[in-house]
């Protein structure tokens, strides 16, 4: 699949945000105030920028309003719908908090479970996907909320609980990263069953049906860089919590510490959102004999 | 509302015949005109006389070869579109309604004024039957001809969709099968007619005929049909070089000038 800048940034900081409402909206730590305002402005931002990045992916973003009206069915609509709800009960939440003094914390558990089944509905758009194999798998909730509520540990300044979390999430990443190469081939796809020709023999393509790439090939047939795939899941594992980590325990506690950590962290993230996109294999390519 | 509808009145769809197909693109090409002059956004190209031009089609051949061990190679011309599957996932992943299956044909549209061009519905698709265009940012997809098929303005052999109506060898055919003793179903059963990708589970509406076995003239008994025609006429040796006929008259007449 086509890693599109848009939806890794769409799905890596919103993912963010929404990990650091959640434990804002719990109460750990409890702050209240200027720190509160300041916590609240940083999930907000990385929330809504996220959002924000994912309309250029769209081919008419002005009809977005749309997106809001078919949560029976899809996934996508669910999310637009559950992160509009989350944004406005964590807003009254952190409006009273900062500016009344008062934690209304049946708001703050509410905006807290909201925000994460946000994170979960944002993952449900890719797990849904049967043609993605490497995507179709519960495994694929697990970690987009794993990335949420560790990284918004992180970003919260709970160091304690974000190193545990943090080794935790390194250790679901390389899971998903293991078992995700083996998914394609065990779904059984093959260019035999997708031509239906396999019992007159093996299937190889002739002649592809366009001299030049189509939307299909360049938005789902995304073969660029894959060799380089070992090394940068290398480098986004250690930079995702290894590293994070190390400075957290090894290093005297600063704030300098912590931010260099956070900005590992997000490197890291955004390396295994990109492989996420790029490793992930479309069935479609099978029609093309490449994938 | 993007949700399915529970069964649909009649399952309108196609059979494309693989043994018959020749892969001459006449369907992609009229396919391409019909629905790029008619409903909805044109079908845009890019760079059309460039290096690298690309466009939406909403029909295109694919041409494998089909090799059995031991066997002679097969060559298997094959054209895909929208199959209107039964159990579409493109249309229950659209967030905004744009997508739906009607409920009285079966038929898969996109109704353009809703969609916003988000392209889930094309990943959700197996086939690759979908194409976002890239100059209107809205989903392109087989209709049917859904605006051929009803049009009284037509002439009644015209209402059928245009890749069929065009297609020289009769590989092509449109109907109900919902009806058992329609054309298509009849075809599907007599020849078995084949679901494309059935372990997606989309439940396919559209069929594929597999080729028919072809005669093996290649194994034991061989026996090569071309071979007698193709033998020198003459095999003296002291003739071999020279030329007979038209030509043998014109190299003797050069030779006396």
């Known amino acids: 699949m086509h890693p599109a800048p848009s939806v890794i940034i ?19 730590p409890p702050v209240g105030g200027f720190a509160a305002f300041a916590f609240f402005l940083i999930a907000y931002l990385l929330a809504v920028g996220g959002l924000l990045a994912s309309t250029a992916h769209l081919g008419n973003p002005g009809k977005a309003i749309h997106a809001f009206s078919q949560w029976r069915t899809s996934w996508l ?6 992160s509009i709800a989350t944004l406005l009960v964590m807003g009254v939440y952190a409006f009273n908090l900062i500016f009344l003094g008062q934690r209304i914390q049946i708001l703050g558990w509410l905006g807290a479970a909201l925000a994460l089944f946000t994170v979960f509905t944002t993952s449900m758009i890719y797990a849904q996907l049967k043609t993605v194999p490497r995507w179709n798998t519960g495994l694929t909730s697990v ?25 935790l999430l390194t250790l679901v990443q390389i899971i998903a990263w293991q078992t995700g190469d083996k998914r394609f081939r065990t779904a059984g796809h093959s260019l035999e069953t997708a031509t239906g020709l396999g019992n007159l023999g093996k299937v190889r393509l002739l002649e592809p049906p366009h001299s030049s790439p189509n939307y299909l090939l360049k938005e789902m047939v995304f073969t660029v860089g894959r060799k380089h795939a070992l090394k940068l899941r290398t480098i986004s594992a250690l930079t995702l919590g290894l590293l994070p980590v ?3 325990v090894a290093m005297p506690f600063n704030l300098v510490m912590v931010a260099l950590a956070i900005v590992l962290h997000v490197i890291g993230v955004f390396t295994a959102r990109w492989l996420f996109f790029a490793e992930a294999e479309h069935v479609v390519g099978l029609y093309y004999d490449k994938r | 509302m993007t949700a399915l509808p529970q069964t649909t009145q009649k399952k309108l769809g196609l059979v494309i015949d693989l043994d018959i197909c020749v892969g001459c693109h006449a369907c992609v090409t009229n396919c391409k005109e019909w629905n790029t002059s008619n409903y909805g956004a044109p079908l845009s190209d890019i760079d059309a006389y460039g290096a690298e031009p690309m466009g939406t089609f909403l029909n295109r051949v694919h041409t494998y070869e089909v090799r059995q061990e031991g066997c002679n190679a097969q060559t298997v011309h094959f054209p895909k579109s929208c199959l209107h599957c039964e159990d579409a996932p493109c249309v229950t992943v659209c967030p905004t309604g744009a997508s739906y299956k009607r409920e009285e044909d079966g038929i898969v549209l996109v109704n353009e004024d809703r969609c916003m061009g988000c392209g889930l519905c094309a990943w959700a698709c197996p086939y690759g039957a979908r ?4 100059l209107a940012g809205v989903m392109k997809k087989c209709t049917l001809c859904v605006d051929r098929i009803y049009n009284e303005n037509l002439p009644e052999e015209d209402r059928v969709p245009a890749c069929v109506r065009t297609c020289p060898a009769g590989a092509r055919h449109f109907g109900d099968f919902a009806d058992p003793d329609s054309n298509v179903s ?14 997606q589970g989309t439940a396919p509406v559209n069929r594929y005929l597999p080729p028919r076995p072809k005669t093996d003239i290649g194994g034991e008994n061989k026996i090569d049909i071309l071979a007698p025609f193709l033998e020198p006429v003459v095999n003296d040796e002291a003739t071999q ?17």
């Open chain 1, 77 to 82: 609509s669910r999310e637009g719908i559950s």
């Open chain 1, 246 to 248: 190390l400075l957290l």
């Open chain 2, 241 to 257: 070089d020279q030329p007979g006929g038209f030509l043998g008259w014109l190299d003797k007449a050069l030779e006396k000038i």
């Open chain 2, 131 to 134: 194409e976002l265009d890239q």
């Open chain 2, 186 to 199: 009849r075809l599907t059963a007599e020849r078995g007619g084949m679901e494309l990708m059935p372990e």
């Open chain 1, 143 to 167: 970690l987009f909320l794993s990335y949420a509520i560790s990284g918004g540990a992180l970003l919260a300044g709970l160091v304690n609980i974000a190193v545990v979390l943090l080794l």
């Open chain 1, 10 to 28: 769409f799905t890596s900081l919103s993912g963010l945000g929404f990990g650091l409402m959640a434990w804002l909206g719990i109460g750990i």
